[in-house]
């Protein structure tokens, strides 16, 4: 650091008083004496050399510590796609089950809140589940479309085969047929899909196509192979009961031997 070497009147000249430059500085400032360029850029330097470190002008990081974060990045990501692939493939029966009951409470709901039918379908013609306003007497129309998983992963048409339905309830199984009622969806008329139909009225009942109180029990389960009525894993089989008098919904989990009323 630069220095100043100031002369004391006072004293003999052979006695010194050594400063640093911003003592110096400040002593000239009360003296009334400005202090020169040089020293303010000294002064600036020493300021600047001590905010940063001593590190002179350096910004950012080296290649070291990119390299380092990169690769610290890729043993995370390595070991964590495999868990999040094998967590969504086990409960991907759980995740249908749930959307399949959003949607039909959400419906229940509509119909009797805006006092007229409002209907569902799992259509398996289009993968989906669909909401549908029946709108008194002008044309259904469609509200909303859920996509459904693959039916290669999930299925949700038919009873897996060796499994009892959970009793009791002991509803029949839901049927999936043509469709004898058709809706509009942007502008062109649906119809002739095969669909599972469940119409809410708004008394809370739940009737099918033709008005007939219905009570059903709808199964999603992973196959063992694409089409196969076996499924992949037991465990990961579900079962949803709806009962046509409330329109009460329950979930039910297999267990190997038998359907077990989940809390969900």
Same mark, same amino acid.
């Given at each position: 650091?630069?220095?100043?070497?100031?002369?004391?009147?006072?004293?003999?000249?052979?006695?010194?008083?050594?400063?640093?430059?911003?003592?110096?500085?400040?002593?000239?400032?009360?003296?009334?004496?400005?202090?020169?360029?040089?020293?303010?850029?000294?002064?600036?330097?020493?300021?600047?050399?001590? *905010?940063?470190?001593? +590190? %002179?002008?350096?910004?950012?990081?080296? !290649?070291?510590?990119?390299?380092?974060?990169? /690769?610290? &990045? $890729?043993?995370?990501?390595?070991?964590?796609?495999?868990?999040?692939?094998?967590? *969504?493939?086990?409960? +991907? %029966?759980?995740?249908?089950?749930?959307? !399949?009951?959003?949607?039909?409470?959400?419906? /229940?709901? &509509? $119909?009797?809140?805006?006092?007229?039918?409002?209907?569902?379908?799992?259509?398996?013609?289009?993968?989906?589940?669909?909401?549908?306003?029946?709108?008194?007497?002008?044309?259904?129309?469609?509200?909303?479309?859920?996509?459904?998983?693959?039916?290669?992963?999930?299925?949700?048409?038919?009873?897996?085969?060796?499994?009892?339905?959970?009793?009791?309830?002991?509803?029949?199984?839901?049927?999936?047929?043509?469709?004898?009622?058709?809706?509009?969806?942007?502008?062109?008329?649906?119809?002739?899909?095969?669909?599972?139909?469940?119409?809410?009225?708004?008394?809370?009942?739940?009737?099918?196509?033709?008005?007939?109180?219905?009570?059903?029990?709808?199964?999603?389960?992973?196959?063992?192979?694409?089409?196969?009525?076996?499924?992949?894993?037991?465990?990961?089989?579900?079962?949803?009961?709806?009962?046509?008098?409330?329109?009460?919904?329950?979930?039910?989990?297999?267990?190997?031997?038998?359907?077990?009323?989940?809390?969900?």
């Amino acid at each position: 650091m630069a220095k100043y070497f100031w002369n004391v009147p006072s004293l003999p000249h052979f006695f010194l008083i050594v400063l640093p430059v911003s003592s110096s500085t400040q002593l000239s400032e009360s003296a009334g004496v400005v202090p020169d360029e040089n020293t303010l850029e000294n002064n600036m330097y020493c300021r600047s050399q001590k *905010r940063s470190g001593g +590190r %002179s002008g350096e910004s950012g990081f080296s !290649i070291t510590e990119l390299f380092v974060t990169l /690769s610290v &990045l $890729a043993i995370i990501c390595a070991i964590s796609i495999p868990y999040i692939v094998s967590y *969504r493939k086990v409960y +991907r %029966s759980d995740d249908q089950a749930l959307r !399949i009951i959003d949607v039909i409470r959400e419906t /229940s709901q &509509l $119909a009797m809140t805006r006092r007229r039918t409002m209907r569902v379908e799992i259509d398996l013609t289009d993968n989906a589940i669909l909401q549908i306003d029946e709108n008194n007497s002008d044309p259904d129309t469609l509200i909303k479309r859920i996509p459904l998983d693959n039916v290669s992963d999930i299925r949700v048409d038919a009873r897996p085969a060796g499994v009892n339905p959970p009793n009791p309830p002991n509803y029949a199984d839901a049927a999936f047929s043509t469709a004898i009622l058709s809706h509009e969806e942007g502008g062109s008329t649906v119809s002739g899909h095969q669909v599972w139909v469940a119409r809410f009225e708004s008394t809370g009942s739940v009737v099918d196509s033709v008005d007939n109180p219905i009570s059903s029990t709808i199964y999603i389960w992973p196959p063992s192979a694409p089409a196969s009525s076996v499924s992949r894993s037991k465990g990961e089989i579900r079962a949803i009961t709806l009962f046509g008098g409330s329109g009460a919904l329950r979930l039910w989990k297999y267990d190997g031997s038998t359907f077990v009323a989940s809390t969900q």
